[in-house]
């Protein structure tokens, strides 16, 4: 064959190539677009689906959790109102911090000020069948301790609340990171069709500073941007621009948005560029949404004994409302879940301050463990609880407390966590953790565990490095609060 005839001959098996992928491709995308407006139509069996994979072919360990409540209380909540009961401090109150545990500690706003002990502000109660003493603000969730760890001993290495976020969110103090629910999805992927695999609910409550809460906290960072969070309003629409302009049909509409698709496609054959994916991808997910949910935010339809259990009203954007809706989320596949109740940040008035909060998630907190146990999915659902930092057992301003990051309350439940257990202890007057000493990457290495990943080897390479949710310091899986079974 002469060099001319080479030439031609590889030219047209290329553009046959091209042409086949190009052809190929755009029939899947009307592929997709057809499961969209008719789900079943390819389905093996009435109500199957296929589970989209994460990028983990084999788990490591067995799956307790297969997917994550998390209910962040942003602002920092008070240990020493809430669940680490400390009644020396008590007999302390208004007597200087004993210079032994504070000299040269790294503090806030309290930095150079005199440190005097300040008071639980509200008295504790016993609870569960051990007998654990926390506020007795909270005789909700007091009623199911026994389905509650409680861990009195974490600590934190931020002491302001946006480094804070990040690094309880992401493992890391700096900005760009990908987020729990991130990983969680790219490692996992998603059992819905028609939701996303990471979806955030924030709600306002009354009684503290409101501290805003920015979209970086559920980034995807230098993940593909399909993997980040999906902010859900609970009041109003639900997501902004969801709905069909007035006069599209939805027919119409699926027609538009294959030939988007044709054409990012045929692009995607001449670069190099995963985000032309995640176009594609989220082109057909918000399709996908315009129908999942209205029928998510439907919770009118729950029955009268739900609301009555959540304490909720349909639609009042309450932190109740939210919890119910991340059952009904759960329910319908949705793998990492994180609720944001904002207003914990009691630089004053804390004690006021604290009777708000637990009037606002007391309740709500025990009926999402009561429903999700009445359903059978407590078994399989991990529940985390916690704020971005503590608070000091010093006063500010003589009725309110700092942040702190050496000392402060989460609790789990849920798949594979001993229920009615505590773990670990602060000192006397809850200025320190000292016993079973955990950070927030213990933390994140005890939920992935949870989910069957092992930590450690979870990596993305990022800047030459091997980048982990649990960071290279190391981290420990927190056997003593797992189940044995």
């Known amino acids: 064959m002469s060099e001319r005839d080479l030439t031609m001959h590889l030219e047209n098996t290329e553009m046959r190539r091209r042409l086949f992928l190009g052809r190929t491709s755009q029939g899947l995308g009307g592929l997709a677009l057809a499961t969209c407006l008719s789900p079943d139509l390819f389905a093996e069996g009435t109500g199957s689906y296929t589970e989209s994979k994460g990028v983990i072919p084999k788990l490591a360990y067995p799956q307790k959790a297969k997917r994550v409540i998390w209910l962040t209380m942003a602002g ?34 309290l930095q150079g000020q005199p440190l005097k002990c300040f008071a639980p502000q509200h008295p504790f109660s016993t609870f569960g069948s051990n007998g654990t003493e926390i506020c007795s603000l909270f005789p909700h969730i007091g009623s199911v301790l026994d389905d509650i760890c409680l861990i009195r001993s974490m600590t934190t290495e931020a002491i302001n609340h946006d480094p804070a976020h990040m690094f309880m969110n992401t493992g890391s103090q700096i900005a760009g990171r990908p987020s729990m629910g991130a990983w969680v999805t790219y490692g ?17 409550g009354k009684g503290g500073q409101n501290q805003p809460i920015a979209a970086r906290q559920w980034s995807s960072g230098f993940l593909p941007t399909k993997f980040q969070g999906v902010q859900l309003r609970s009041q109003g629409d639900a997501v902004l621009y969801l709905n069909s302009p007035h006069g599209m049909r939805l027919e119409d509409q699926a027609r538009d948005i294959e030939s988007i698709n044709q054409l990012n496609k045929q692009y995607a054959l001449t670069v190099d560029d995963p985000e032309i994916a995640t176009r594609i991808a989220q082109y057909e997910m918000a399709f996908k949404m315009q129908t999942s949910i209205p029928e998510l935010m439907q919770t009118d339809r729950e029955s009268a004994a739900t609301l009555e259990l959540y304490g909720c009203q349909p639609g009042d954007g309450s932190f ?34 604290i009777e708000f909060k637990a009037k606002e998630i007391d309740r709500a907190c025990m009926a999402l463990i009561t429903d999700l146990k009445q359903r059978g999915m407590f078994e399989d659902t991990l529940i985390v609880w916690a704020g971005e930092f503590g608070r000091t057992p010093m006063s500010q301003g003589g009725n309110g407390r700092d942040h702190h990051n050496k000392a402060m309350s989460v609790w789990l439940a849920g798949a594979g966590v001993r229920g009615g257990i505590v773990h670990g202890a602060t000192d006397e007057l809850g200025y320190a953790a000292v016993e079973d000493i955990a950070n927030v990457h213990d933390l994140h290495a005890t939920m992935l565990y949870l989910m069957g990943i092992e930590h450690s080897s979870f990596s993305v390479k990022f800047q030459g490095l091997d980048a982990k949710l649990t960071g290279v310091e190391g981290a420990t899986v927190m056997k003593k609060i797992l189940a044995t079974t």
């Open 76 to 109: 920092g909540p008070s240990q020493l109102e809430t669940f680490d009961p400390k009644p020396k401090l008590g007999e302390m109150d208004g007597k200087p911090m004993p210079e032994s545990m504070t000299k040269g500690q790294q503090l806030a706003q």
């Open 188 to 204: 996992l992927g998603c059992e819905s069709e028609n939701l996303p695999g990471f979806v955030v609910l924030t709600s306002l």
């Open 320 to 353: 109740a409302s939210n919890c119910l809706l991340a059952r009904r989320l759960a329910e319908r596949g949705v793998r990492f879940i994180q609720l944001y109740h904002k207003d914990w940040d009691h630089h004053g008035g804390v004690k006021e301050g």
